[in-house]
């Protein structure tokens, strides 16, 4: 607990599980084997830079091994610490679980602020870190398989698959030990977005039903829904960008760590996030008001607000001035148990991280899928594919010319229509499928169950039933 009375971010996750436990009627003892963290190990390691010896501490923790290898990317944060690392860990389990990727649930994380060091000093330490993991089995390709998280990406991945085909010079699996790679490494078409993608594809499935569009007191599409979004890094930028792109969403606010951006008449999203690269913040954008006190444009009023930076931002201190009627839980543990209890009082609907960001979670199963495959998806059946829609084309082709003015092709048909799927499309329909089932999951126990009246306790029921039957396959 800290001075608020705010129970840490792992009092939180296991407050929540407890919350869903309590309507499960699960044998005895297995609640609690399912609550646990199985183990966490921590290391410390020096690596000469500057001329000197610095000692970096990083974690490593395995939450649930129902499923092998287990799976959970890697934070790079100088506020990275046990609990937080245990609760990620928890959170990889049941989010697994929710959208059937076959994984355990782990999370690993690396004491540092990135922007403290350059390129090459980067690459020591991720290479020492993934080199005291991997002696461990903690990176493996059939035992734990990182991911990018916080503070990390592309470029830390390839690293440490690099690292691990060094140390396993006859693993012909070796690039299915970590994911989120980049494509020249062995990654996949459409993982950088996946996460996003992943929040853009559960709100379009949110705005399907018209019974959950009233729950959240709302009417209408995404189509000019006002969002305001926290942290424009890898998720928040993707899922800003395609719902301002593709769904006609106002982005109205943007928060960073310098301050947030606020413009009711919409603020361009490729725009803030060229003037961060460049700037390092958002302070100095034009055509915003700029707000020093960040945080404070979390209460401002929109119709979706996208938590998307890190644990904890929406708590006991200002849940009952947010006014979004919709949250939607990008980042994993943004809003803490207190504050959860009080926004589901206020009647907010909350979609939860364990189904929100698994977007991430899902594109690294097709990428890890793919690396132990060999094979790019779509080589085998694309120019078949082709060849088959050919022979139809061909056909109308042939009507078209017999029936003269009476009917014609409409113009780009034929383009689109004869086009094979790429590797790109393919991930985004395997995401998009998830997605939308999960979701479709959960909804089914939130509004068949008279005793469940939020989301995230229809997802921690829909994982928990099936990590616990997993449980019960293996015997225990
Ligand atoms: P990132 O490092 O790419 O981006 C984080 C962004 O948040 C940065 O732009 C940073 O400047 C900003 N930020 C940091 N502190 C802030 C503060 N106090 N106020 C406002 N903004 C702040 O990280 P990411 O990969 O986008 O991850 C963000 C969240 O999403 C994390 O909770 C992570 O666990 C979760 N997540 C990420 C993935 C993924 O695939 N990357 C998958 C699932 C969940």
Redesign the pocket.
Known sequence: MNQRNEPSFRESVDLMFNRAVALMDLAPGLEEKIRVCNATYTVRFGVRLRGQIQTFTGYRSVHSEHMEPVKG?I?YAPSVHQDEVEA?AALMTYKCALVEAPFGGSKGGLRIDPRQYDEHELEQITRRFAYELAKRDLIHPSQNVP?????T?EREMAWIADQYARMNTTDINARACVT?KPLNAGGIAGRVE??GRGVQYALREFFRDERDIEKAGMSGSLDGKQVIV???????YHAAKFLAEEDGCVITGI???DGALFNPAGLDVEAVHNW?RKHGGVTGFPDAAHSAE??AVLEEECDILIP????G?INLSNADRIKAPLIIE????PITAGADDILRAKGTVIIPDMYA?AG??TVSYFEWVKNLSHIRFGRMQRRQEEARHQLVVDELERLDRYLGDAWSMSPDFKKKYLRGADELELVRSGLDDTMRIAYQSMRTVWHEREDVHDLRTAAYLVSIDKVAASYRAKGL
């Open positions: 990317g934070r990620l991911a990018p998280d916080m503070g990406g989120g996946a996460t926290q942290g424009l890094g890898n998720v928040g928060i960073e760590r961060i960040g945080a998307a930076a890190l644990e931002v990008a980042a994993n543990g960001n991430g979670v």
